[in-house]
Structures are given as structure tokens and as C-alpha cells.
């Protein structure tokens, strides 16, 4: 039996080797014990799905004589949802035809088209540092150069891209607004720049941008990348946060000149994506739902991330740091340089408190004294609670080591 299997995984294919499983796909695997207090999905509240609404619309989706939501359909999507994307960007943003939208299997699937039809073998990929495990993942089957982007407390520092010869690489990978893992929100003007950039080297930009409606202020979103440089942007939308991620219902805009070539590796991926979620999702949306639906999630989390800056402000010890974000579901985290992450998240561990060590959202060169703290699905009683028992922790370990008192440039 051992020598079968030992047989068949040589079978497995070159760029199948080198995929490991997502880190925070295995964490939380261990993190299904009631008692274990959570902050490593970087999952929505289940607290915060619309579920009077989302149950309405699937009746109204399948609907009797509704056999068209059973059937195989166009691999483009379901038209009416593409033309109510298209008409919400337009009156937001750049205009956007209906034919630029092309509905995807949430956007974890335009990864891995972007990847088929963008990068060859040893093309480079410009990222931010840190960045998305689960684009870097994805796009790491097809095999290639990850070139990491100066990045700060406010994203990527777009004059930086100008020393990694963007009129070289396949496509910049980029999140704008809230970015998973740091929180940052990109700056007006970093995105008139890595607009400007991109037009003049011809780079692709793919523009991530599952967060924007999760802005804490609840005020006007900045504007996209896209809609500065629409020949040069891919951008990526997703129900997942402001509906339901089970759906798994996300989108991209491509420009005209690569409409084409999206469709057909999608229709080889998997013909289209679910005909019943896309008239779901459509269902829901067409009244307005997300017009009293999204500012009442964007409090909801401001709660949430206001409970746990409260608890770090309360009982993290000197020399630990972290981001206040404007938005979305997460609290990057800083530990003395000597403290790595993904021990201190075995004692955690123990003490039943979960997060994502940093390393995996590093492209290459990975830093391990960062954590990903999620404020998403966890009680205000238990943030506190479990944010205390990590700080106690974080304290032992700072009093196990000798102080090191040399500047780390890269923190
Ligand atoms: C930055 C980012 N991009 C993309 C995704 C994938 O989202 P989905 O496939 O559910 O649309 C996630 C999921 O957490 C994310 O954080």
C-alpha cells in the first residue's frame, strides 16, 4: 500500500510540488474546538449575514417556474447581475460596460485565471510585502518570480515600483482599501502614481478589492485604480464580505483586449459559475439591499475592531506594535524582533487562543516576528479575554530573551 502511494505521488506534477495547503486553511482546522477563543479566520461574522434577505431572494431564485436557475448558463454570468455591477461602478467610478464583467467562482478564482492567462514560468510578479497567501498561493502554480514591493503603513509605497522594472513584469498584485493582512488603505495620491506608472511601463495592475465597502467612517471610498487606468487595471469585486461567502460569488472587470481570452480560460476552468448563486446574489441585491445592509456591517465591524484596540491598548507590553485600521477585519501585529510568531502560536495554541502566524503572507523572505489578528467573528467579552492570555504570553517570551537593542530597518 505505502509503495502505491509512494508511486503515485511521483506522478504528481512539477508546479502541483511545490503547492503547500494555506496556512490559515490549517489553522483553522485546529481552531474548531468551542473553548478555542479565534482571531485567525479572516472569515465575516455569521452574526452578520442578511439571512431574512439572502432566504427571501433564493425563493424568488428558484421560484417554480424558475427552471433557468437549475440549468447551465452563459460563461460570462448571469447577464442582469453583470449589468447591475457594471451600472453600481459606473455610478460610483470609471463607466463600465456590462461585457467587462465577467463573474467568477468568488475571486480566489481570478487568481488562478489571472495566472493562466498572464503569467508564464519565471515571469515576475510584483506583490506587496505583505501580502494576500491566498493570491500568492494561487498564483504560484503558474510558476512565478514573486518580486516583493516596498510597503508601509499606508500600502505599497508606489515610487518604490518605479526600481522594480515594471515594464518587465507580468502583472503588480495589489490590495487598495483595507488590505488583508495589514489593514492599510492606500493613498489618493499612491494611486494616481501606480496609475500613472502602469500606463507609461504597460504593466497589469490587479486590483483586490474585496474590503472597500467596509470602511469604518462609512464615507465616500476613495477611487479605484481602475478607474484611473481602466486599459491597465483587472479589478476584483466579491459578495463574500458584503453578503455571504458561500455564494461564492465574485467578479472581474477586464479591460476590452483581454475580455476575450478571460472567458475561454474560464469556460476550460469550469464552463460558468453557479447559475443558482449568481440569481441569488442578483435577487438580493436589486432592491437596494446593500444601501442599509453594508453601513450596518461597517458598524458592526468598527465595534468589533474598537473592542480589540481597546484590549491591545490595555494589555500589550512595551515593544509590541500594530496598525489602526480604517476598515475591514484586521490588526497586524508587531512582536519584538526575537519573538517568532509561529512558536508563539503553539503556546497560544494551548492557552486556546488562535492567529495566523506572519510568515506565510510574505512572498519571499518572510519576516516571522508579525501576526494576523482577526476582530471579525470573536465576542468584545472574548476579544478581551483572548487578548489578554496573548499578552501574557508575548510577555513571557519578552522576558525569556536578552534585550537586542539593534534598529530592524524592516519592521
Ligand atoms: C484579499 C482577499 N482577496 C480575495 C479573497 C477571496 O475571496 P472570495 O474568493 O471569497 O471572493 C479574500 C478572502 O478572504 C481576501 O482576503
Known amino acids: 500500500m505505502a509503495n502505491t502511494l509512494f508511486h503515485a ?20 482546522k485546529l481552531t474548531e474546538r468551542p473553548e ?9 461574522s455569521p452574526a452578520s449575514f442578511p439571512l431574512a434577505a439572502l432566504r427571501d431572494a433564493s425563493a424568488r431564485a428558484t421560484h417554480a417556474s424558475s427552471a433557468d436557475a437549475f440549468q ?38 481570478a487568481f488562478d485565471l489571472i495566472g493562466k492567462v498572464l503569467v508564464d514560468p519565471q515571469s515576475a510578479v510584483l506583490v506587496e510585502r505583505p501580502s494576500y497567501p491566498g493570491a500568492l498561493q494561487s498564483l504560484s502554480l ?58 507609461r511601463t504597460r504593466l497589469i495592475v490587479v486590483e483586490d478589492d474585496p474590503y472597500a465597502a467596509l470602511a469604518f467612517d462609512g ?40 475580455q476575450k481570452k478571460f472567458v475561454q480560460v474560464k469556460q476550460a476552468a469550469d464552463l460558468h459559475s453557479s447559475t443558482l448563486s449568481q440569481r441569488i446574489v ?7 439591499l446593500l444601501a442599509t445592509h453594508v453601513p450596518r456591517l461597517a458598524s458592526f465591524y468598527r465595534e ?13 507590553p512595551e515593544g509590541v506594535h500594530w496598525n489602526v485600521p480604517e476598515g475591514g477585519m484586521f490588526i497586524w501585529l508587531a512582536l519584538p524582533p526575537d519573538i517568532d510568531s509561529a512558536a508563539l502560536l503553539e ?35 472574548q476579544i478581551d479575554c483572548g487578548i489578554e492570555r496573548l499578552a501574557a504570553l508575548i510577555n513571557a517570551y519578552s522576558r525569556a530573551f536578552t534585550p537586542v537593542f539593534d534598529l530592524d530597518l524592516d519592521r
Open 142 to 199: 503558474y510558476e512565478p518570480e514573486f518580486v516583493s514591493v516596498q510597503t508601509d503603513e499606508h500600502g505599497m509605497v508606489s515610487k518604490a515600483l518605479e526600481y522594480v522594472e515594471p515594464e518587465r513584469a507580468a502583472l503588480l498584485y495589489l490590495q487598495p482599501n483595507f488590505q488583508n493582512p495589514t489593514g492599510a488603505r492606500l493613498p489618493i495620491q499612491r494611486r494616481r502614481k501606480i496609475a500613472e506608472i502602469a500606463q
Open 72 to 109: 447551465y448558463s452563459a460563461t460570462e454570468g448571469y447577464a442582469p447581475l453583470r449589468e447591475w455591477i457594471a451600472r453600481e461602478h459606473s455610478s460610483r467610478q470609471h463607466p463600465v460596460a456590462p461585457s467587462n464583467v465577467l463573474i467568477t467562482s468568488g475571486s480566489q478564482q
Open 9 to 28: 505521488e511521483r506522478r504528481i506534477a512539477q508546479r502541483a510540488r511545490s503547492l503547500n495547503s494555506s496556512a490559515i486553511r490549517e489553522i483553522l
Open 219 to 258: 464615507g465616500q471610498s476613495l477611487p479605484t485604480i481602475h478607474s484611473m487606468a481602466p486599459d491597465n487595471v483587472i479589478y476584483l469585486g466579491s459578495f463574500s464580505k458584503v453578503l455571504a461567502p458561500g455564494l461564492r460569488v465574485g467578479y472581474m472587470i477586464v479591460p476590452g483586449a483581454l
Open 282 to 288: 442578483y435577487e438580493s441585491v436589486r432592491g437596494g
Open 347 to 381: 503556546d497560544a495554541l494551548a492557552l486556546n487562543v488562535a492567529f495566523v502566524p506572519g510568515a506565510p503572507f510574505f512572498a519571499r523572505d518572510p519576516l516571522h516576528h508579525f501576526l494576523r489578528l482577526s476582530f471579525a467573528t470573536v465576542s468584545p467579552q
Open 36 to 44: 478555542m477563543i479565534s482571531f485567525a479566520g479572516g472569515i465575516p
Open 304 to 316: 468589533q475592531c474598537a473592542a480589540m484596540l481597546s484590549a491591545l491598548d490595555a494589555h500589550m
